[in-house]
């Protein structure tokens, strides 16, 4: 079955930085694009990050251009979510994401990212 694992997550102050990373098993890791989302509380899940199955193509969400850098490693099954100059709205549950060929949608647990001083 798919897994999803974030970790990384944790306490840090404006304008510094976390290495956010997902292990993926129970699927073909390499022939899957994989996506970063987040939810602040009381917002919705907003998409943050995406990257196509080769680590060849990605896009990110306005807010987190120039900031956040995401990437893969194929033969760890693992995709990672750089994230530098951390500002304050930055603060959320951070969520691992794959879509399967039939449009369902899989999550990890969520690692939470604070960002405060």
């Known amino acids: 079955q798919v897994k999803l694992v974030e970790s990384g997550g944790g306490l840090v102050q404006p304008g510094g930085s976390l290495r956010l990373s997902c292990a993926a098993s129970?699927?073909?890791?390499?022939?899957?694009?994989m996506n970063w989302y987040r939810q602040a509380p009381g917002k919705e899940r907003e998409l943050v990050a995406v990257?196509?199955?080769?680590?060849?193509?990605?896009n990110y969400a306005e807010s987190v251009k120039g900031r956040f850098t995401i990437s893969r490693d194929n033969a760890k099954n693992t995709v990672y979510l750089q994230m530098n100059s951390l500002k304050p709205e930055d603060t959320a549950v951070y969520y691992c994401?794959?879509?399967?060929?039939?449009?369902?949608?899989?999550w990890g647990q969520g690692t939470q990212v604070t960002v405060s001083s």
């Open positions: 994401n794959v879509r399967s060929i039939w449009q369902k949608d899989y």
């Open positions: 990257i196509n199955s080769a680590g060849s193509i990605t």
């Open positions: 129970g699927f073909t890791f390499s022939s899957y694009g």
